[in-house]
């Protein structure tokens, strides 16, 4: 069956596959995602100071062994400042 295809069938073929395994599994549903306004004391400087908090997370996450400490230290300190 499969050496009767040339290599679009054959794409064609996988993509049907994985397309009705997966609506087997996960069903297609519909999701409503309701925007709502923020709340009036996140403004710029909390949204700029939980982006630094990230940030730094990353990095400590992402540092060697060597830099852990340092990295760690940054992140805690900085979390720390914003309780």
Avoid at 20 to 48: G, K, M, Q, Y
Avoid at 59 to 78: N, Y
Wanted: net charge positive; charged share 30%.
């Amino acid at each position: 069956m499969w050496s009767a295809l040339d290599v679009d069938g054959l794409a064609q073929l996988y993509d049907n596959m994985i397309t009705a395994v997966l609506d087997n599994i996960l069903p297609l549903r519909t999701v409503r995602c309701r925007r709502r306004p923020s709340d009036p004391w996140f403004d710029t400087e909390c949204r700029h100071a939980k982006r630094r908090v990230r940030r730094l997370e990353r990095a400590a996450r992402k540092s060697t062994p060597a830099d852990a400490a340092t990295a760690h230290a940054a992140w805690t300190a900085e979390k720390a400042h914003l309780s």
